[in-house]
């Protein structure tokens, strides 16, 4: 006997990410999600993120990493709100522990939630986590082929950082070519052209993240 | 490689509607992938393999029905066939398509006893 499903098998994740993006709206809270290959630069962006908001908005961060807790580490230096997720093995994060994360975190009073997901460029972007914002960095060293073998991740975020654009006179990444690639793909995607390290451009993304942060429960 | 716990999901899946309909056993599962999707068939089937046994889907076929890209423009009404990612409508230039298909996994039915 054949038996009707018609079931997403992301469907369950789904329902959770509804619940998380139900719970921070209630406490006016805004959370993005940022996504990148290892070592893109998602921690020195986070850092150098909080650095431009945390004197107007009281932010919080969620650590998703396979193992260790270095990065949380560096974030509760900084005096700011950080929690640890250990994924054991699994390559990204998923809806239900960045709700058990949630529920870990003092968010009274909070304004914005960033949550640093698994290093990987194929996974996170399937599972949705209640984000406002999905944010997705790429280095300028990975080079400019990368959205053809990555669609899902490129096609699926709001904005992307091109970080480490400092490097470009040493390397054969062509910025136009890779953004006329990207916005084929993604018509609506913001992008930043930065550089943590010199700090270039900075500005231009954390003005705009502010922007979204002070606006957030208005419809854009 | 998020196959496995995609296969957890797809289990629960399975088993609630196998269960809902009082099934003594899963024959096959048919399944919707789009051409989008990250999710990879041979290691589904390889933690399927794993995650099935001892449980009533044990031995069940796996059958995969691809899905094309498919977007549609709001503009023109176009719908076509995504190629090389460029979402761009052919018809108008319009740039705001949305997704018909491609972008699934899905368990479209199961084959019960």
Not at chain 1, 1 to 23: Q, S, W
Not at chain 1, 33 to 45: F, L
Not at chain 1, 62 to 74: Q, Y
């Given at each position: 006997?054949?038996?009707?499903?018609?079931?997403?098998?992301?469907?369950?994740?789904?329902?959770?990410?509804?619940?998380?993006?139900?719970?921070l709206?209630?406490l006016g809270v805004f959370m993005v999600?940022?996504?990148?290959?290892?070592?893109?630069?998602?921690?020195?962006?986070i850092l150098r993120t909080l650095e431009d908001l945390e004197d107007e908005f009281s932010c919080a961060v969620?650590?998703?990493?396979?193992?260790?807790?270095?990065?949380?580490?560096?974030i509760?230096?900084r005096g700011v709100q950080a929690?640890?997720?250990?994924?054991?093995?699994?390559?990204?994060?998923?809806?239900?522990?960045?709700?058990?994360?949630?529920?870990?975190l003092d968010l009274e009073g909070a304004d914005l939630v960033v949550v640093?997901?698994?290093?990987?460029?194929?996974?996170?972007?399937?599972?949705?986590?209640?984000?406002d914002l999905?944010?997705?960095?790429?280095?300028?060293?990975?080079?400019?082929?990368?959205?053809?073998?990555?669609?899902?991740?490129?096609?699926?975020?709001?904005?992307?950082?091109?970080?480490?654009?400092?490097?470009?006179?040493?390397?054969?990444?062509?910025?136009?070519?890779?953004?006329?690639?990207?916005?084929?793909?993604?018509?609506?995607?913001?992008?930043?052209?930065?550089?943590?390290?010199?700090?270039?451009?900075?500005q231009?993304w954390t003005g705009r993240l502010k922007e979204r942060v002070t606006g957030r429960g208005?419809?854009? | 490689?998020?196959?496995?716990?995609?296969?957890?999901?797809?289990?629960?899946?399975?088993?609630?509607?196998?269960?809902?309909?009082?099934?003594?056993?899963?024959?096959?599962?048919?399944?919707?992938?789009?051409?989008?999707?990250?999710?990879?068939?041979?290691?589904?089937?390889?933690?399927?393999?794993?995650?099935?046994?001892?449980?009533?889907?044990?031995?069940?076929?796996?059958?995969?029905?691809?899905?094309?890209?498919?977007?549609?423009?709001?503009?023109?009404?176009?719908?076509?066939?995504?190629?090389?990612?460029?979402?761009?409508?052919?018809?108008?230039?319009?740039?705001?398509?949305?997704?018909?298909?491609?972008?699934?996994?899905?368990?479209?039915?199961?084959?019960?006893?």
């Open positions: 006997m054949e038996i009707e499903v018609l079931e997403g098998i992301f469907d369950a994740n789904e329902i959770i990410a509804r619940e998380n993006r139900a719970l709206d209630r999600n940022v996504m990148s290959s290892p070592g893109a630069g998602k921690t020195s962006m969620i650590e998703g990493d396979i193992a260790g807790k270095v990065d949380s580490e560096r509760a230096e929690i640890q997720i250990n994924t054991g093995g699994s390559c990204h994060l998923e809806a239900k522990q960045v709700n058990t994360a949630l529920g870990r640093e997901n698994v290093g990987n460029l194929v996974c996170p972007a399937e599972f949705r986590l209640g984000e999905k944010v997705m960095i790429l280095s300028v060293a990975e080079g400019h082929d990368k959205p053809l073998k990555y669609p899902l991740m490129f096609s699926e975020c709001h904005v992307l950082i091109v970080n480490k654009i400092d490097l470009i006179p040493y390397t054969d990444f062509d910025l136009e070519l890779f953004k006329e690639t990207v916005r084929k793909m993604n018509p609506s995607v913001e992008i930043f052209e930065v550089s943590c390290r010199t700090g270039e451009g900075i231009d208005i419809d854009t | 490689m998020h196959e496995l716990s995609v296969v957890e999901s797809m289990m629960a899946v399975v088993l609630k509607h196998a269960e809902r309909n009082r099934a003594s056993k899963v024959s096959r599962v048919n399944l919707v992938l789009g051409e989008m999707s990250t999710v990879m068939e041979d290691p589904v089937r390889f933690y399927f393999e794993l995650i099935s046994r001892d449980t009533i889907a044990e031995g069940a076929e796996l059958a995969f029905r691809r899905t094309q890209l498919i977007a549609r423009c709001p503009d023109c009404g176009k719908e076509f066939k995504v190629e090389e990612y460029d979402f761009t409508c052919p018809e108008c230039g319009g740039t705001d398509t949305e997704i018909v298909s491609g972008r699934e996994f899905q368990v479209e039915s199961i084959e019960i006893n």
